[in-house]
Every structure is written in structure tokens, then in C-alpha cells.
């Protein structure tokens, strides 16, 4: 992996969390549907499925004080993989897209919830995400995915995002804890596409370079049962769910996916071993 970077594409997704953790404020903040939010992740710990993840620890309230975190958690998304690169300085636009973009993975965003939500303020997340993220060991081709329309964007979005292609990815994920599926998140209703996420990367004239990764953005849908993330699932942890609020030690998480035309996707499995 060249370079990692995280979107936060699905609208419930982002509604979810904005209603958690801003209650009284309109849950999307206004700059949501004029870009594609993300921020630059760790591309030295992308780690391939079956890889062990390690409790992390560090700085969370009350206290705040150092320790293991104790709201770990997973993120189910999609990753992007750059092949071919491009120059510095010279944006790339959403229907060049496949010139770039090679295929996909499964990959789960490790996130430390306590850990997070005391750091990301104001610059945006850091040692909660940082520590690991697995993908699946296979990459599948951009052409092996059926596309369907991705929903419409209101208010129009600027010129270097303008689309004319569909690019909705008819993709549902299985997200399984200790062999039990407890949530089926379905890509195709994602708010921003792929073409967009990658145009927006390069729009100030940043390179990409082969071997670079974006992730969408963990995906959930309208219901509660296709939420992709145990925060949503348990709502901040107030309705367990298999009788788990967030990851114990020895916990296995496995994320799976198939196209709405049959075609596996593989899978990205991790085990959380003690801090
Ligand atoms: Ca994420």
C-alpha cells in the first residue's frame, strides 16, 4: 500500500453518527453534501485478513487516562486500488476513473471509539484508526461489479464531481462477529461513488501513486440490520448486540460480500488479541 485514505460516503452512515455525538445540531454538517469528507490514514498498518489486531490503547475518558481501549470497534467498507498512477500537479476527473482505478477489496476500518472521540478534535481522527486496518488478500476487478444508479445528489455538487455514468455498486456485505452475521450493509445506496471519492483526492493537484488505497467510508444502510459499524449497531452500546457493546479479547470479526449477480467477493477476517 502506497497511500491510505478514508472517506465517509454513506449518508446514514454519517447521520448516524452525527446523531450520537451531536444530538442538538442537525446530524449531516454543511459542508457534507458539497464533498466527499475523509482524511489521510496509515498505510503501514494495512494489514491482510487473518492478521491478528491488537487492542490498542491510549488516552480516553474519565480522566482522561491511558489505557486499553474499551470501545473497540469495526468499520465495514469498501477499499479502492490505484494501479495506475498520475502526475503532480494534474487532477484526475471522475470519467478517468478506470484509467486509475484498478479493483476492489474488503476491508475493515479498526476503530478505538474512546480513543477517538477524545483525540479527533479539532484535526479529525488519528491514533483510533491508526493501529490497523485489514483487507482481503484479493483484489477484484473494477469489471467484475454490476453497476446500478447511485442516488441523487441534491444540492448539485461542483464541476470537478460531476458524473455521468452510474456508478452505484449493487454490492452487499455480511458482517459476522464469532460466526454469527449480525448485519448486512448494502453498498449500492453509498452517497458518493468512486469516481467522485478519486477526483476529489487529486482536485488540488495531489498525485496518486500505484499501489495507493482509498476506502469509502464505512457503509450502512436504512435499517438497522445493515448498519456497518457495532457503534450503530448497539447504538453507542446502549442495546447490545449478541451480547457484545463493542469487541472483547478472542473476539473474531469476518466481513464478507457478493454482488447482487452472485459473484464472492472473499472475505476480511481479524481476531483481537489482548492489549
Ligand atoms: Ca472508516
Same mark, same amino acid.
Given at each position: 500500500v502506497a497511500? #491510505?485514505?478514508? %472517506?465517509?460516503?454513506?449518508?446514514?452512515?454519517? /447521520?448516524?453518527? !452525527?446523531?450520537? %455525538?451531536?444530538?442538538?445540531?442537525?446530524? =449531516?454538517?454543511p459542508n457534507w453534501k458539497h464533498l466527499p469528507v475523509g482524511y489521510h490514514g496509515r498505510a503501514g498498518t494495512v494489514v491482510v485478513s487473518g492478521s491478528p489486531i491488537r487492542r490498542p490503547q491510549g488516552l480516553r475518558l474519565p480522566g482522561p487516562e491511558f489505557g486499553p481501549s474499551r470501545k473497540l470497534d469495526v468499520e465495514v467498507e469498501l477499499g479502492f486500488v490505484v494501479g495506475v498512477g498520475s502526475d503532480l500537479g494534474s487532477p484526475v476527473t471522475p470519467g478517468d476513473f478506470a484509467d486509475h482505478v484498478f479493483g476492489v477489496v474488503l476491508l475493515n476500518d479498526w476503530? &478505538?471509539?474512546?480513543?477517538?472521540?477524545?483525540? #479527533? $478534535?479539532?484535526? *479529525? +481522527?488519528? =491514533? *483510533?484508526?491508526?493501529? &490497523?486496518?485489514?483487507?482481503?488478500?484479493?483484489?477484484?476487478?473494477?469489471?467484475?461489479? +454490476?453497476?446500478? +444508479? @447511485?442516488?441523487?445528489?441534491?444540492?448539485?455538487? @461542483?464541476?470537478?464531481?460531476?458524473?455521468?455514468?452510474?456508478? *452505484?455498486?449493487?454490492? /452487499?456485505?455480511?458482517? @459476522?462477529?464469532? !460466526?454469527? $452475521?449480525?448485519?448486512?450493509? +448494502? #453498498?449500492?445506496?453509498? #452517497?458518493? /461513488?468512486?469516481?467522485?471519492?478519486?477526483?476529489?483526492? /487529486? &482536485?488540488? !493537484? &495531489?498525485? =496518486?501513486?500505484?499501489?495507493?488505497?482509498? @476506502?469509502?467510508?464505512?457503509?450502512?444502510g436504512d435499517d438497522v440490520a445493515e448498519r456497518g459499524s457495532f457503534i450503530e449497531l448497539t447504538w453507542n452500546g446502549e442495546q447490545p448486540v449478541n451480547g457484545r457493546a463493542f469487541l472483547e479479547d478472542g473476539d473474531s470479526v469476518t466481513i464478507s460480500a457478493r454482488t447482487a449477480t452472485g459473484a464472492h467477493l472473499g472475505e476480511v477476517e481479524g481476531t483481537v488479541v489482548p492489549a
Open positions: 497511500d #491510505y485514505v478514508d %472517506f465517509y460516503a454513506s449518508e446514514q452512515h454519517a /447521520t448516524n453518527l !452525527g446523531r450520537m %455525538f451531536r444530538p442538538d445540531s442537525e446530524p =449531516l454538517l476503530s &478505538a471509539r474512546d480513543i477517538q472521540s477524545y483525540e #479527533y $478534535v479539532p484535526l *479529525g +481522527p488519528f =491514533l *483510533g484508526k491508526s493501529f &490497523a486496518t485489514s483487507i482481503s488478500p484479493w483484489v477484484v476487478p473494477l469489471d467484475a461489479l +454490476p453497476r446500478v +444508479p @447511485a442516488p441523487v445528489q441534491d444540492p448539485p455538487v @461542483a464541476d470537478y464531481l460531476r458524473t455521468d455514468s452510474d456508478w *452505484g455498486l449493487d454490492i /452487499t456485505f455480511e458482517l @459476522a462477529l464469532n !460466526g454469527e $452475521v449480525v448485519s448486512r450493509p +448494502p #453498498y449500492r445506496g453509498m #452517497y458518493w /461513488t468512486p469516481p467522485q471519492m478519486l477526483a476529489h483526492i /487529486t &482536485a488540488n !493537484g &495531489a498525485s =496518486l501513486r500505484t499501489g495507493d488505497l482509498f @476506502a469509502s467510508g464505512t457503509v450502512s
